[in-house]
């Protein structure tokens, strides 16, 4: 894909993609850290960058898990809502069929779409209520 939009395939670009795939959700600095033990002199900076480009071109997306960093995970994956614990930070998916009453009912009663592939509910696990957090 790169290469058909004039862009080359770097050694950092595939790093990068690579530590998204293998980390399923991950913030530009968990993905730094996994980079880095294969390439020691990847900067932040660059990570950032390549996430931007890789999402600009649909290879992965991004979504808001807590207040700081956005949280990277492949665009080829299914849609999916992240339900995250407050407690642990554990994220977990859910299908997105479950919201499709209510985007239905934003739909057509406020003209709204709802971007399922940024959804995030908060609230606490089960291992956490239970007094397990993992």
Do not use: K
Not at 4 to 19: D, F, K, P
Not at 30 to 54: D, F, K, M, P, S
Request: aromatic content about 2%; glycine content about 8%.
């Amino acid at each position: 894909m790169l290469r058909s939009r004039g862009l080359r395939l770097t050694a950092q670009r595939q790093l990068v993609l690579q530590a998204v795939l293998d980390l399923g959700h991950a913030t530009p600095e968990q993905v730094h850290t996994a980079v880095r033990e294969v390439a020691a002199g990847v900067n932040i900076t660059t990570i950032y960058r390549t996430l931007e480009l890789l999402e600009r071109l649909g290879l992965v997306t991004h979504t808001h898990l807590s207040h700081g960093s956005p949280t990277y995970h492949a665009a080829g994956e299914h849609q999916h809502i992240h339900l995250v614990c407050r407690e642990c930070g554990a994220v977990d998916e859910i299908d997105p069929e479950l919201m499709r009453p209510l985007a239905d009912q934003l739909a057509t009663g406020r003209g709204f779409r709802v971007d399922i592939g940024h959804v995030a509910l908060f609230g606490v696990c089960h291992n956490c209520e239970d007094g397990e957090p993992t």
